[in-house]
């Protein structure tokens, strides 16, 4: 028998996680390894940060078939986009050699926040900025490979969604 996970329990995991990957860009820049955020390390940043907030807010509503849909289909959306970040980011991020000045930057580094919490997210590394890996995969690999999982993971949540829609 197959166990069946709740759109509810999928969607507070996905949030737990954006909290820890959040936690391990704060240690990545502030433990011994001093990597400093690009802008569109930062990007990512608020990515999670706002997913987070989509999918507890989910779990902790807790609402019926269409509010369930709603929060996972606004959650797929930011994983895209965080996805899409990250692609970016894998792709041409080696060849922005001054992303701080070019406008991707200047826009991170002027949102409000940037001043209201600037040890978190103003963005003062380059994006062609190279670390070691970790695990043999570098920062903007895994957060590509975590925004892939999540966007597979509420796909299986949305799939439940729908099937729970259709035996009502």
Wanted: glycine content about 8%; proline content about 7%.
């Amino acid at each position: 028998m197959p166990i069946k996970i709740s759109p509810r329990v999928i969607l507070a995991l996905i949030g737990f996680i954006c909290i820890a990957v959040l936690a391990m860009a704060w240690y990545l820049q502030y433990g011994p390894g001093k990597q400093q955020p690009c802008p569109l390390c930062i990007l990512q940043r608020y990515v999670y940060m706002a997913l987070a907030i989509v999918c507890l807010l989910a779990a902790m509503h807790g609402p019926r078939r269409i509010g369930m849909l709603i929060y996972a289909v606004i959650a797929d959306a930011i994983s895209a986009l965080g996805l899409a970040l990250a692609i970016w980011q894998v792709n041409k991020g080696a060849s922005m050699n001054s992303c701080l000045a070019d406008p991707v930057g200047v826009f991170v580094n002027g949102l409000p926040s940037a001043n209201w919490w600037p040890e978190y997210l103003f963005a003062n590394g380059g994006c062609a900025d190279v670390f070691p890996p970790i695990l043999g995969l570098h920062v903007p690999q895994w957060s590509m490979v975590c925004f892939a999982i999540f966007l597979a993971m509420i796909g299986v949540a949305l799939i439940s969604i729908v099937g729970q829609m259709r035996r009502a």
